[in-house]
């Protein structure tokens, strides 16, 4: 079974400051991850997504995020935020074993809430 | 490209009531999902498609949820009766194909049981 744990479930920051929001997971097989943004009374849409080769996956909006397998660790960062980042993060997993119960299927994490302020 | 559509966006029922969402993927995606969003925690799936086949459905309340996607095309989500604990955002989503693809979310369908 698969799960995903996003350490903290919210982030206060100032605008232009960096941030980083954390996501830990734990899988018997390969996986494919992901992060997924949603704004306030929308559906989520993807950030950016890791396969394969480099583990330094560059996204949308200015987003970034680094695979480590050894800590299996999957953390976003940006070096500097907009008020307009604010909303919230979910991480997730899917399962690459072709025909595996997990195909296809993301596990998400609990969601952070990243909060920017003026 | 249109994304993937919703209906209803709200809905309020009292319990023991049923409702039904009803979602129309993007167009050739042969994947569809059902997520479940309770308030403060991040989704969950209840069902996959597989073009009109059921993949998983392991957490699917198959007691009171339903679920079919007639043709491999648009889907219904049947909820019969329904619970307090079933207020959530049903969001469904769809990808060309399993694992690894993109999946693309609608807005969701947020139902409040009273």
């Known amino acids: 079974a698969q799960s995903v744990t996003q350490l903290d479930s919210q982030v206060p920051v100032f605008e232009e400051a960096p941030v980083e929001l954390r996501c830990n997971y734990s899988s018997s097989v390969s996986v494919y991850l992901f992060w997924y943004v949603q704004y306030p009374n929308q559906g989520l849409q993807l950030l950016l997504k890791?396969?394969?080769?480099?583990?330094l996956v560059k996204g949308i909006n200015g987003f970034e995020a680094e695979f480590n397998k050894s800590q299996t660790s999957f953390h976003l960062r940006k070096p500097s935020v907009h008020i307009s980042d604010t909303a919230e993060y979910f991480c997730?997993?899917?399962?690459?074993?072709?025909?595996?119960?997990?195909?296809?299927?993301?596990?998400f994490g609990q969601g952070t809430i990243l909060t920017v302020h003026p | 490209e249109a994304g993937v559509a919703q209906s209803p966006r709200y809905k309020i029922i009292e319990k023991r009531q049923s409702v039904a969402f009803w979602c129309n993927p993007i167009?050739?995606?042969?994947?569809l999902y059902w997520y479940q969003q309770i308030l403060g925690q991040g989704p969950k799936l209840l069902i996959q498609f597989q073009n009109n086949g059921v993949v998983d459905d392991s957490q699917l309340p198959k007691d009171r949820f339903s679920a079919e996607r007639l043709k491999g095309v648009d889907s219904t989500l049947k909820i019969q009766p329904a619970k307090l604990e079933d207020s959530a955002v049903y969001l469904c989503?769809?990808?060309?194909?399993?694992?690894?693809?993109?999946?693309?979310f609608g807005e969701g369908s947020w139902l409040t049981v009273v």
């Open positions: 997730a997993v899917s399962d690459q074993q072709a025909g595996g119960t997990s195909y296809g299927k993301l596990t």
């Open positions: 167009s050739g995606h042969a994947t």
């Open positions: 989503a769809s990808s060309l194909e399993p694992s690894g693809n993109t999946i693309y």
């Open positions: 890791y396969l394969s080769g480099s583990t």
